[in-house]
Structure formats: C-alpha cells, structure tokens
C-alpha cells in the first residue's frame, strides 16, 4: 500500500527567504504526483501537477521536482511572502486510480 | 468558471438520522472522490468513480455509500449516521484517461459534519 510522509509537519521562516518542503512515496509505480496548498477550513486547491514522465515543473516562484527511483518529490517556494503561509500537501497517483495523500507540512511566514 | 460544488456546507445532525452531501462538477470530468479530513489522520479516500455507473471503495468506505447517476453528480450517502463520522468532507474531480485521473484535481469547499 502507498505510503506518502512529509516532513517537516511544519516549518516557520521569516519573509523572504527560499524553502523547500518534502515528499516521499514508497511505491514508484506512480502515474502522477501534485501538490496542494490548503488555507485554514477550506478546500485544496492545485499548485503543481507532476506528470511520471516529466522531472519538475514551475509555476511563478514554485518548483516542484520528481524523482521516481529515489521515491521523492520537493516544492520549492522562492523569495516567501506572509501569503504563503498555509498547509502544503502532495498526493501521489497510482495503483488502481487511487490517490494517496500526505499529511501536509504547515508553513508560516513571519513578516 | 470551473466549479466542485459541495452542499450543504456546514450540518449537524443526530446519530440515525439518513443524510445525503451532494457534489456536482461542471468540466465534465470523468474522475470524482470523496475524501474525509480529519486531525491527525489527514485526507483519507472515502469512494471514487471513474465513470458513470463506476465506483469503488477508497481506504474508509465503512458507513457510507455513493452513487454516480449523471457524469456531473457524486453524491455521498450516510444511511445512518454514526459520531465517528464526525469529519470535513471534501468532493473532488479530474479529467480521466482509461479510468486513471491524470489531471489535476480540483476540490470543493468542504462539508462540515457533526453527528451527536
């Protein structure tokens, strides 16, 4: 059965700074992997979808990278900005059309 | 505008007492899922449909049952509704290749619910 762990569970870093959050799978026969930022009481919503075929994909100052043999996704977030605080969670893809979530990495940005 | 629409948003209702959440997509997605958020545990995959007439059990399908009618409806019925059932509801959709949700996954808002 997939398992999907992020750590650190949260994480606080003052404005401005880079930062990486991770995710790691236990079964590489994965067909996608995507990571969701999700505000207090509300629902999730699609940052960067990952492909099994593709190694990273960008969007603004988000990279997300994959790496499938080593069972490991990262998130980076350039140049962070108090907007950003929020809980970050990946889900991976695979076996028969599951979806496997991680538990999410909190992040807090201090102005 | 694309849309999960989840209702009712917020309930609270008595231990037995039959209730059903809807959930409707209009981007004609072939995938939809239920997830229940708990403290904790996470999001964990309640039931999901690959297509019309098409469902399966996700990791906790005990108390709860779904049906998909319609290409755009997922609703999730709970025949008699137990404490432990006691959760945030989340409705979710994707585009679908060969049943696989290779997409990405768009959630509704959420669905509070508290049993007594």
């Known amino acids: 059965k997939q398992e999907v762990t992020q750590i650190p569970a949260a994480l606080s870093v003052p404005e401005g700074e880079n930062l990486v959050l991770n995710c790691s799978f236990t079964d590489s026969a994965i067909y996608n992997l995507q990571w969701f930022r999700q505000d207090p009481g509300k629902g999730l919503t699609s940052l960067l979808l990952i492909q099994s075929s593709q190694r990273e994909q960008t969007s603004g100052r988000l990279n997300a990278s994959l790496d499938k043999s080593s069972g490991r996704s990262t998130l980076y977030i350039a140049a962070s900005q108090p907007g950003d605080s929020a809980t970050y969670l990946c889900?991976?893809?695979?076996?028969?059309?599951?979806?496997?979530f991680g538990k999410g990495t909190k992040l807090s940005v201090i102005p | 505008e694309a849309q999960v629409t989840q209702n009712p948003r917020y309930l609270i209702t008595v231990t037995g007492k039959k209730l059903t959440v809807t959930c409707s997509q209009n981007?004609?997605?072939?995938?939809m899922s239920w997830y229940r958020q708990d403290p904790g545990l996470g999001l964990r995959q309640i039931y999901y449909s690959m297509n019309v007439e098409v469902t399966d059990k996700g990791d906790v399908p005990e108390g709860y049952k779904v049906s998909r009618k319609e290409k755009r409806n997922f609703p999730l019925i709970l025949e008699s509704p137990s404490p432990n059932q006691t959760s945030l509801y989340f409705c979710?959709?994707?585009?679908?290749?060969?049943?696989?949700?290779?997409?990405?996954?768009?959630f509704g808002e959420g669905s509070r619910l508290t049993v007594l």
């Open positions: 889900a991976v893809g695979a076996g028969s059309y599951q979806l496997t």
């Open positions: 979710a959709s994707s585009i679908g290749l060969a049943g696989v949700p290779t997409g990405e996954l768009f």
């Open positions: 981007m004609n997605h072939e995938y």
